[in-house]
């Protein structure tokens, strides 16, 4: 019988402040912001995450033209993942690996752009591009990934709104337990500030982020914080059951060890503490502890006044009488990676497992009281008396939550 074990044995990133794992996580420590100015169409200069990866590292000029930028976030992602594994991929069973992907939203930004490029010459067909629907198709981020690789077994997105990089992740470990594949390239990308619809309707609802300083415009728990900044990214893991993973003598960053997904059913866009909480507490029972077990909390906090008391509401009951849990946040750096924040987010905690450290959410001046939790870290890292559970809470619109839990690694 195979274990039901599932660990990260890889791991590739694209941020707004690093490309890789090391550089990501010395910008977690030193807090170091990728958060800087771009013309939004429309719009003129909004603050945003943008990242700097190479696409040409693992594509080639005219699949970048043909294809999509989430498609070229997720082909660099799952190659860095893979080459990070160690898997011999030449030897490998396409047919026995599977992608699974965490997505927002897919096609906004190249219909938008689309439609846009075709008002300049008055709308003629003509210079609609025939790539239109390949590129638009809500399964195209893995649908690229698994052109570039050549792999041949199942790959599709996961729309789960901000919640979808945890779910990615929570979608393949349930595969490789039903024995469905043997590898599986699981996390979530976001291409969101490439499309003026987002900005414009974060603006609308009062929830789009500004300040003089770019860096400075995310400020989650701050009590002049004023809203999201939109960003873009991906972060893709490869994982493993564990029998397999030690056959082949694979580093291990962490297990798979427990997570929970549920829904408020109250709102569109309003989150809900008491369902939040739910979904911790499901999620740490499921991964067979107790609360004080749990040594880092990553919120999922957005910056939005309201979004940021609910879930300090929720974790304020789940971890009471839990002095030693840590409490941070990612987003304070990078801004809102959307369908990619839940994987981007858990990877800069996982090094926690060997420094033991915490890394801060930064640009906290003054504290909301409402967002008042023992165990927030703020603009320092801190030393943590242990790491052996790591927690990453991601919500989304339409009321969908996700808590998914890391733990050590122990044979």
């Not at 429309?42 to 970048?64: E, R, S, T």
């Not at 039903?178 to 603006?203: P, R, W």
Request: glycine residues 10%; aromatic residues 6%; charged residues 20%.
């Amino acid at each position: 019988m195979k274990s039901s074990r599932i660990v990260i044995t890889g791991l590739g990133l694209t941020s707004p402040n690093g490309n890789n794992l090391p550089e990501f996580r010395q910008n977690l420590l030193a807090g170091v912001s990728g958060v800087e100015l771009i013309e939004v169409r429309y719009m003129g200069a909004q603050p945003a995450g943008v990242c700097h990866f190479d696409p040409l590292k693992h594509q080639k000029k005219k699949d970048i033209r043909i294809g999509t930028r989430a498609g070229s976030i997720s082909i660099y992602c799952a190659r860095e993942a893979l080459a990070d594994s160690g898997v011999a991929w030449d030897r490998f069973p396409k047919d026995r690996a599977g992608v699974y992907l965490g997505i927002t939203e897919h096609g906004n930004v190249e219909t938008e752009n689309e439609i846009y490029n075709i008002s300049l010459f008055k709308y003629d067909t003509k210079f609609w591009t025939h790539h239109h629907n390949p590129r638009t198709v809500a399964n195209n981020p893995a649908g690229e990934v698994s052109l570039n690789l050549g792999l041949t077994g199942p790959a599709y997105t996961l729309g789960a709104a901000c919640a979808a990089g945890n779910l990615g992740l929570i979608h393949a470990a349930q595969m490789l337990r039903l024995g469905e594949v043997d590898l599986a390239f699981a996390g979530g990308v976001s291409e969101s500030i490439q499309t003026f619809g987002i900005f414009a309707a974060f603006k609308s609802q009062g929830a789009l982020a500004s300040h003089p300083d770019p860096t400075r415009a995310s400020r989650p728990f701050d009590k002049k914080r004023n809203g999201i900044v939109v960003s873009e990214g991906g972060c893709i893991y490869t994982l493993e059951r564990l029998e397999d993973a030690r056959a082949r003598g694979a580093k291990i960053y962490g297990e798979i060890a427990g997570y929970c997904v549920n829904s408020d059913a109250t709102d569109y866009v309003l989150p809900n503490s008491v369902r939040q909480a739910e979904c911790i507490r499901r999620a740490i029972a499921h991964a067979g502890l107790t609360p004080a077990a749990i040594d880092i909390v990553n919120t999922h906090a957005t910056a939005t006044p309201q979004g940021d008391i609910q879930e300090c509401q929720a974790i304020a009951e789940v971890f009471a009488g839990c002095p030693d849990v840590n409490v941070n946040n990612t987003k304070s750096f990078i801004g809102h990676a959307m369908g990619a924040a839940g994987a981007l987010e858990l990877a800069g905690n996982l090094p926690s497992f060997d420094d033991g450290l915490v890394h801060p959410t930064i640009n906290l001046d003054e504290l909301d009281p409402q967002c008042e939790l023992p165990g927030l870290v703020a603009n320092e890292p801190r030393p943590a008396k242990r790491v052996d559970a790591i927690l990453n809470n991601s919500f989304g619109m339409l009321g969908i939550n996700s808590a998914l839990i890391v733990s050590r690694y122990r044979a």
